[in-house]
């Protein structure tokens, strides 16, 4: 028995033996030990792993969703045109040697750049790579506080 | 951090459980972070230079008058701001969404992910 779990037990008698036998707060102080205390494994974590995925389902599924109405005529129409990842290696600065393995998502790719585009994809760094790590940060450091 | 997003990516899904093709949904994810990105780049710009770039489109351009022509209407440093600030508040959403379905054990696994930012 590790110490907390002695503690807890130590509590647990001693209110056992202080409280009214009316009152429902051994049974349910016992039930707290048991469940949380003593049996926090599987059929809790199973659970949450399905909650979990499904949430984070349902945002992605919401939020691309949204993105087209986030969107205004004039990146619809480039994104429409290229896809996603050709136009961030242009708009990250980079000349064209190509390294998203998103590339080839969205976009009617012009044909003057179909071949350079079909040679150059999937390799494996990306462009703007630091700024998406900076931002990966800059929301872990407000997030985790919470926890 | 290190150098490549995905992996952080991958050990947040892991810490939350995630039961699916996390690759894909990572793909996902970076695809979102750009596609926010690109339209408050572009969107943005003053309605003159967004006609430009729409008539560009139009004439079937080459890369270079392309990269030559959105460079100069969106600058890299721009774009760079703009891809952060929407990779934070896409990342930040997310979890936000998350958080309430995640047992402790859970949370505690994310916070030594995050911890790792």
């Not at chain 1, 150059?120 to 919470?146: H, T």
């Not at chain 2, 006609?51 to 004439?59: A, P, V, Y």
């Not at chain 2, 896409?90 to 995050?114: G, H, I, M, Y």
Request: hydrophobic share 40%.
């Amino acid at each position: 028995m590790s110490a907390i779990h002695f503690i807890v037990w130590e509590i647990y008698l001693i209110t056992s033996l202080v409280s009214s036998s009316t009152l429902p707060f051994d049974k349910s102080f016992k039930a707290y030990y048991d469940e949380i205390v003593m049996d926090n494994s599987s059929p809790e974590m199973q659970q949450g792993n399905e909650s979990s995925t499904e949430a984070t389902k349902n945002w992605l599924k919401k939020s691309l969703e949204n993105i087209g109405g986030a969107m205004g005529a004039t990146a619809k129409l480039l994104l429409k045109v290229l896809p996603i990842g050709v136009v961030a290696y242009i708009l990250t600065g980079h000349n064209l040697s190509f390294d998203f393995s998103f590339a080839a998502q969205g976009g009617d790719v012009l044909g003057a750049l179909k071949d350079e585009i079909e040679k150059s994809v999937g390799q494996n760094m990306s462009a703007g790579a630091d700024f998406v790590n900076n931002g990966l940060k800059d929301a872990s450091n407000a997030i985790k506080e919470r926890l | 951090m290190n150098t490549d997003p995905k992996v952080f990516l991958l050990k947040v899904l892991d810490a939350i459980g995630y039961a699916e093709d996390k690759a894909n949904f990572i793909e996902q994810f970076l695809s979102l972070c750009y596609q926010h990105a690109i339209a408050q780049s572009v969107d943005t710009l003053p309605e003159e230079q967004q006609d430009k770039i729409r008539e560009l489109l139009g004439e079937q351009p080459d890369y270079k008058t392309l990269l030559a022509n959105l460079s100069q209407y969106v600058p890299a440093e721009t774009f760079n701001l703009n891809l952060q600030k929407a990779t934070q508040e896409q990342f930040k959403s997310l979890v936000e969404s998350v958080l309430p379905t995640l047992s402790n054990e859970q949370k505690l696994a994310l916070k030594a992910v995050l911890d790792s930012a």
